[in-house]
């Protein structure tokens, strides 16, 4: 059986089968890495749909998924009751490219009785790799290091030039202490030092815990206590914004704050406001609201703020191995096979 593609477009591609038969259709809404790319372009019994370039706009969505049986999306992609209204009854599975669902309405799915499967476990150690990458950066006011280097005000070695802090002796507080919080916390516990210590609080592993040694504690302390603060919870509606000027104010004054979860789990004007009256030490985020972040956002003029693209778990090894389980839920779903990694719902 031959594929032939069609070049809708610049931005799409039909993959048809030579074939009389009719083949189920899967939307994918982005290219994927190479090895996870060929995968889904190899499965002879679908029609593949491939939006290829860059994010797909809503229209084209609501455009191209009449009729699917699978969707494959990312976490760009709301995925909402008028989208799968418009998807239609063939519509038997749908399959994000991230651990994170947020974007995805899981009650409309649930009530279709549509499956959906996700990519957690896989990008776990990248994640924490990156918060952990984070922490340590806005610890030695990295950002500044590097901006001061090109901008050409790197003169003679200085005993007081561009201290930051260490991480010896230090509370660690990780807020979500699940598969990422645990990871990360394990990261950097070597960097604590015998005196350090971790408190975490909320969807609490409690195996990590015990491994970690680490202390259950109300939020209301952590926030108090910790002299390094890592969000690795989801976002949900008991996170949203759990982190408003009420909380900035109680937090320690040197505090490092790092988010690698979900921008809107920052509320980020109170943010802004914290950091303009210099309640916080240092701030490193990978998620922002919106995302991407302009340019011009009043975020980036903070010195001590290093923001970096939603790069937790971009790495090729973990890109292609989170790409290859979501391809692996979509087909499963859409032969009427048990999904590898599906989220009951
Ligand atoms: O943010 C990334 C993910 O949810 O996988």
Not at 280 to 302: I, M, N, Q, Y
Request: glycine content about 6%; some cysteine.
């Amino acid at each position: 059986m031959l594929n032939f593609f069609k070049n809708q477009s610049v931005n799409l591609r039909i993959f048809r089968r030579v074939s009389t038969m009719v083949f189920p259709k899967i939307l994918l809404t982005r290219t994927m890495p190479p090895e996870t790319q060929k995968l889904i372009e190899n499965a002879q019994d679908i029609e593949l749909i491939h939006w290829k370039d860059g994010s797909i706009p809503r229209d084209q969505l609501l455009k191209l998924v009449p009729g699917v049986s699978g969707i494959l999306c990312m976490i760009t992609e709301k995925i909402d009751s008028e989208v799968l209204d418009v998807a239609g009854p063939n519509l038997k599975v749908v399959s994000t490219n991230s651990v994170g669902y947020d974007h995805v309405d899981l009650n409309e799915l649930r009530k279709r009785k549509i499956l959906f499967g996700y990519t957690p476990n896989v990008l776990t150690d990248a994640t924490a790799e990156l918060t952990a990458l984070l922490v340590l950066a806005a610890a030695r006011r990295m950002r500044e290091g590097i901006c001061a280097v090109e901008n050409g005000e790197w003169k003679k070695w200085s005993p007081v030039w561009l201290l930051g802090t260490q991480l010896t002796n230090k509370t660690v507080g990780i807020v979500g202490l699940g598969r990422i919080g645990a990871a990360t916390a394990h990261r950097l516990k070597p960097f604590l030092g015998a005196n350090g210590k971790i408190i975490y609080t909320a969807n609490s592993d409690k195996q990590a815990a015990t491994e970690l040694g680490a202390t259950r504690v109300k939020f209301d302390m952590l926030i108090r206590e910790a002299d390094v603060i890592c969000i690795c919870c989801s976002l949900n509606n008991q996170t949203r914004e759990m982190f408003d000027y009420d909380v900035f104010k109680v937090m320690k004054k040197n505090v490092i704050l790092v988010n690698t979860a979900r921008g809107p789990i920052i509320q980020q004007d109170d943010l802004i406001r914290a950091l303009s009256e210099g309640l916080l030490g240092s701030v490193g985020l990978d998620v922002t609201t919106p995302e991407p972040l302009d340019p011009d956002h009043p975020l980036l003029k903070f010195s001590n703020v290093t923001v970096i693209p939603h790069l937790g778990s971009a790495t090729l090894e973990t890109r292609t191995t989170m790409g290859n389980l979501a391809v692996e839920n979509v087909l499963a779903g859409v032969r009427g096979q048990p999904l590898p990694s599906p989220l009951e719902l």
